[in-house]
């Protein structure tokens, strides 16, 4: 490789998108767009923030605009003003077969109003058992066969589709949990799924999950959490946003604005090397194997998208909306429409991008 002449063609590139700029902003010189302080230093040199920005230039041709800080908007629809219920379910055809994971004593889907089975990981004396704290649980119609979504449901297959929410962020091994729900469903049936936004919950101070990180539990076939999960989950979750007593709950505009002065009570036991060694053992440990926000979350699977490993594409987004007064002001919505052969992995990588910006 001629280091000289690839030098030379990166420089020229970095002159005709500051000419740009200045085309577009008159009397600027190219130096006024470099950043003006070790914060924007900072944030500029992150790499969730500068594969953003990469990003956000491919789907709109044009830098990020103000401080180029990684945001999403609901994408097609605009309207984010919707309820929590309302974006899971206002896309799916009510005369259609579908199943909800987890509904326990909140279903989303009505079964006066929708032809919905209710999936969970136990039968309904299980679930009982084991959330007896909780009144009003519905009964479950398919509990799980061999830990498998496909098993489980095969004989009601094709199914129209499949609602699941603040499920997906306790799926240890989430390309093999799309890959069976994509077994069951028909082509261009849909998967609506809502995860916690990291910003606004107790995963406050952990890492946004990596591509590497699913795409390692998916080669090693994972079935449980694993160390590393369990581990994270136990030493970073914070008292944040988290109301229960024994623990003084914070929001995240205080822990920032007190810049560290202030610090949200850890959750895990004092013995949490004990708890990591039972995942250690094979003991299935419920927790948050991932951790998103809405732009992590958009990138990370496009990413996995590239590699043709996602057998879905982005058909309706939702970001966190502060505001709200519902769950919608710790989550973010997605819409997922299961693909045939005919799309291109290039197609589907897209559709996660589109959503990015303002």
Same mark, same amino acid.
């Given at each position: 490789?001629?280091?000289?002449?690839?030098?030379?063609?990166?420089?020229?590139?970095?002159?005709?998108?500051?000419?740009?700029?200045?085309?577009?902003?008159?009397?600027?010189?190219?130096?006024?767009?470099?950043?003006?302080?070790?914060?924007?230093?900072?944030?500029?040199?992150?790499?969730?923030?500068?594969?953003?920005?990469?990003?956000?230039?491919?789907?709109?041709?044009?830098?990020?605009?103000?401080?180029?800080?990684?945001?999403?908007?609901?994408?097609?629809?605009?309207?984010?003003?919707?309820?929590?219920?309302?974006?899971?379910?206002?896309?799916?055809?009510?005369?259609?077969?579908?199943?909800?994971?987890?509904?326990?004593?909140?279903?989303?889907?009505?079964?006066?109003?929708?032809?919905?089975?209710?999936?969970?990981?136990?039968?309904?004396?299980?679930?009982?058992?084991?959330?007896?704290?909780?009144?009003?649980?519905?009964?479950?119609?398919?509990?799980?066969?061999?830990?498998?979504?496909?098993?489980?449901?095969?004989?009601?297959?094709?199914?129209?589709?499949?609602?699941?929410?603040? $499920?997906?962020?306790?799926?240890?091994?989430?390309?093999?949990?799309?890959?069976?729900?994509?077994?069951?469903?028909?082509?261009?049936?849909?998967?609506?799924?809502?995860?916690?936004?990291?910003?606004?919950?107790?995963?406050?101070?952990?890492?946004?999950?990596?591509?590497?990180?699913?795409?390692?539990?998916?080669?090693?076939?994972?079935?449980?959490?694993? $160390?590393?999960?369990?581990?994270?989950?136990?030493?970073?979750?914070?008292?944040?946003?988290?109301?229960?007593?024994?623990?003084?709950?914070?929001?995240?505009?205080?822990?920032?604005?007190?810049?560290?002065?202030?610090?949200?009570?850890?959750?895990?036991?004092?013995?949490?090397?004990? $708890? $990591?060694?039972?995942?250690?053992?094979?003991?299935?440990?419920?927790?948050?194997?991932?951790?998103?926000?809405?732009?992590?979350?958009?990138?990370?699977?496009?990413?996995?998208?590239?590699?043709?490993?996602?057998?879905?594409?982005?058909?309706?987004?939702?970001?966190?909306?502060?505001?709200?007064?519902?769950?919608?002001?710790?989550?973010?919505?997605?819409?997922?429409?299961?693909?045939?052969?005919?799309?291109?992995?290039?197609?589907?990588?897209?559709?996660?991008?589109?959503?990015?910006?303002?």
């Amino acid at each position: 490789m001629n280091f000289r002449k690839t030098s030379n063609q990166a420089v020229k590139l970095v002159r005709q998108v500051f000419r740009s700029l200045r085309g577009s902003e008159k009397g600027k010189n190219w130096r006024e767009f470099l950043p003006k302080n070790e914060v924007s230093d900072f944030v500029g040199r992150t790499p969730y923030v500068l594969q953003y920005r990469e990003s956000h230039w491919e789907i709109h041709g044009k830098v990020a605009p103000g401080n180029a800080i990684p945001k999403a908007h609901a994408w097609p629809d605009r309207n984010n003003d919707l309820s929590y219920r309302d974006k899971l379910v206002s896309l799916l055809p009510a005369s259609g077969l579908g199943a909800e994971i987890g509904p326990l004593h909140m279903p989303l889907l009505d079964k006066r109003h929708y032809n919905v089975l209710y999936v969970d990981h136990l039968d309904t004396a299980g679930i009982k058992k084991k959330y007896r704290e909780l009144s009003g649980v519905v009964d479950v119609d398919r509990p799980m066969v061999n830990n498998s979504l496909a098993d489980t449901l095969i004989n009601d297959a094709p199914l129209d589709y499949v609602v699941a929410s603040q $499920v997906f962020e306790h799926v240890p091994n989430q390309l093999r949990w799309l890959n069976e729900i994509a077994k069951i469903l028909k082509d261009g049936g849909l998967l609506s799924l809502s995860l916690p936004d990291r910003r606004m919950t107790a995963d406050f101070f952990r890492q946004e999950t990596a591509a590497a990180d699913i795409y390692a539990a998916y080669i090693e076939d994972i079935t449980i959490p694993s $160390v590393r999960m369990v581990y994270d989950s136990q030493i970073m979750s914070r008292s944040v946003n988290f109301e229960r007593n024994g623990y003084v709950n914070l929001s995240p505009q205080q822990i920032v604005r007190a810049k560290g002065a202030v610090k949200p009570m850890n959750l895990s036991p004092n013995n949490h090397l004990a $708890v $990591v060694q039972r995942a250690r053992d094979g003991e299935y440990l419920d927790v948050h194997c991932c951790s998103f926000t809405p732009v992590s979350f958009l990138l990370t699977y496009s990413d996995l998208a590239r590699d043709g490993l996602v057998p879905f594409m982005c058909q309706q987004f939702y970001p966190t909306n502060e505001p709200s007064s519902d769950r919608d002001n710790h989550s973010f919505t997605i819409i997922l429409k299961k693909v045939g052969d005919g799309v291109s992995p290039e197609e589907i990588r897209r559709s996660f991008l589109m959503p990015l910006g303002e």
